[in-house]
């Protein structure tokens, strides 16, 4: 009886062994927590409820907690932590970013990630010419809206944000 329980158990393991092992990243690859900030005035992706302007302000706490998610396609969609919706604009210079509820097929809140030394530049995944900026102001709630990217894509430090997980 003992020697066929050792059996079972090594041939479990044998069966676990050959399984690939998944990265310790893999997690963050696809969905991870994080406050959104400005790289040029410190200024925190915020909402203030439903259906609101996503604003660039100096609160701090759950409603400036956004999930990063990674879709199939490569892109992202961004979903504020508390209210649950989506980071959503209409694909126009000087367009508002608004929350909205998340749809997976809604090509307005499909993002694109633009790794830079200093952070990221965010993007409508529909269109890298556009990109988020905050306002220069950090003492007041502004809200992110749409800009359109300098021809030598070295854009300004208001279109750069860092993700801090």
């Not at 990265?23 to 959104?36: D, F, H, L, N, V």
């Not at 396609?73 to 979903?79: L, P, S, Y």
């Not at 007041?140 to 993700?163: I, M």
């Amino acid at each position: 009886m003992r020697a066929r329980w050792m059996l079972g158990a090594l041939g479990a393991m044998a069966t676990l062994a050959m399984a690939p092992a998944l990265p310790a990243s893999a997690q963050a690859e696809w969905g991870y927590s994080t406050e959104i900030t400005n790289v040029a005035n410190g200024a925190h992706w915020s909402v203030q409820g439903e259906f609101s302007a996503v604003e660039s302000t100096t609160a701090q706490g759950p409603r400036a907690r956004w999930n990063v998610d990674r879709q199939q396609d490569g892109t992202v969609t961004i979903r504020n932590a508390v209210t649950g919706q989506c980071a959503e604009t209409m694909i126009e210079p000087n367009a508002q970013i608004f929350t909205a509820p998340c749809n997976t097929w809604d090509q307005n809140q499909k993002w694109s990630l633009t790794p830079r030394w200093d952070g990221y530049v965010i993007t409508p995944a529909s269109d890298s010419r556009l990109a988020v900026v905050a306002g220069t102001d950090q003492y007041r709630n502004t809200p992110l809206v749409l800009g359109v990217r300098p021809f030598d894509s070295n854009d300004t430090p208001n279109a750069v944000f860092r993700l801090n997980y």
